[in-house]
């Protein structure tokens, strides 16, 4: 719902300013107790120090509510913008409930059980054959998270979205809507196989390689014809009846450690991040001391020039030719860069051991410095 429009409308108004935010249920629940004559669950709007946040919308375990400062508003004002809310949210209820199409009610009812597990605290559930066979979860499927870091004002049609994600993939999909921002495709596996016949005669791609570049051509087009940046995470082909919420843990899971070691990133591909996995069971003291007895001191090494040098050498098999190309620098100034490496740390990553021990270390390094 794009609550920003009405609170401009009732900034103009009023005469006024408000923002959008979230609070905790918790904490909406605990006012509401304080304040209200009518049980929590009826409360319109309650008081905060020297606002007042009106009740919009439940996202999750959050209230959105709108803030105004309390001593500019009227009792009679605040009642008004109980009623402007309050229609708003009546209005919508009813188109949503006139115009819904099949497939959205079908991922709503998708979408409600997933959620219900989640909350259950559930790892791994089979979903129930009504709602596998009215969606066609059988067949096996190509799954993609998709989590759009838009505006917490602004709202994204699951008609639009679906569209725009049909014609990318020229090919129906599923689409379920998650937590807020957060969205499951799911697109056919024919898409591997798509396309196999121009490339005959040319080296076979991977499973990996075609996930991948699938993975890049959305996030492009997502990026420059959607509302905001976003972020996606790919796992390999299956088959949905047996393995949704399963896939959707791991899933999540890729875009967190996605996020969490490579910043900046925004394609995640859960067989990257392997490495990344076992190093964050690793508990913050063994990744402290694991850090200390490879670098012993010697942090400032690790500048921006030489991290990058260091990423891009691992990525490209600790090939110094093939680094240089890439780093648009001579091979000597690489070879440079990594001697002047060696003699401030005592690690040699053209040998495999220093290799193994500063690829760990960088990585444990960028999550630890953050924090």
């Not at 008081?47 to 209230?63: C, M, N, P, S, V």
């Not at 070691?261 to 067989?271: D, K, Y």
Request: net charge negative.
């Amino acid at each position: 719902m794009d609550w920003e429009r009405i609170k401009e409308r009732l900034e103009a108004v009023l005469q006024t300013p408000m923002h959008v935010s979230l609070i905790s249920e918790a904490d909406w629940l605990h006012l509401s107790e304080e304040q209200a004559e009518y049980p929590a669950s009826f409360c319109r709007s309650i008081e905060r120090g020297q606002d007042i946040l009106f009740y919009l919308a439940k996202e999750h375990k959050d209230i959105r509510v709108l803030q105004v400062a309390g001593a500019k508003l009227t009792a009679s004002e605040r009642k008004l913008v109980e009623m402007t809310v309050e229609s708003k949210q009546t209005q919508e209820k009813k188109q949503r409930g006139t115009y819904l199409s099949e497939d959205e009610r079908k991922a709503h009812q998708l979408r409600d059980w997933l959620l219900q597990q989640m909350e259950l605290g559930s790892t791994y559930a089979e979903l129930p054959d009504a709602l596998a066979s009215q969606s066609s979860l059988y067949s096996t499927k190509i799954p993609l998270l998709l989590y759009g870091d838009y505006s917490q004002s602004q709202s994204v049609s699951y008609a639009e979205l679906k569209k725009l994600l049909e014609s990318f993939f020229e090919s129906e999909i599923i689409l379920i809507p998650l937590m807020d921002k957060e969205w499951l495709i799911l697109a056919p596996e024919g898409l591997l196989t798509s396309g196999s016949e121009e490339r005959e005669g040319d080296e076979e791609e991977s499973v990996e390689q075609i996930l991948d570049a699938l993975g890049s051509g959305l996030y492009e087009m997502l990026a420059n014809e959607w509302v905001g940046e976003c972020h996606l995470a790919i796992d390999y082909p299956v088959k949905p009846a047996k393995s949704l919420f399963a896939t959707i843990l791991k899933l999540r899971e890729t875009i967190m450690l996605g996020r969490s070691f490579h910043v900046g990133s925004f394609i995640h591909l859960r067989w990257e991040l392997r490495l990344e996995k076992l190093l964050h069971l690793i508990e913050e003291e063994e990744k402290a001391e694991f850090l200390e007895q490879v670098l012993r001191g010697t942090d400032h090494a690790l500048d921006a020039e030489t991290v990058t040098t260091l990423e891009h050498f691992f990525t490209l098999d600790c090939n110094v030719s093939e680094t240089a190309k890439k780093l648009y620098i001579h091979r000597n100034t690489l070879l440079y860069r990594l001697d002047k490496f060696k003699n401030e740390t005592g690690l040699d990553v053209r040998t495999f051991n220093h290799a193994v021990l500063v690829r760990l270390a960088l990585l444990l390094y960028k999550v630890t410095k953050r924090k």
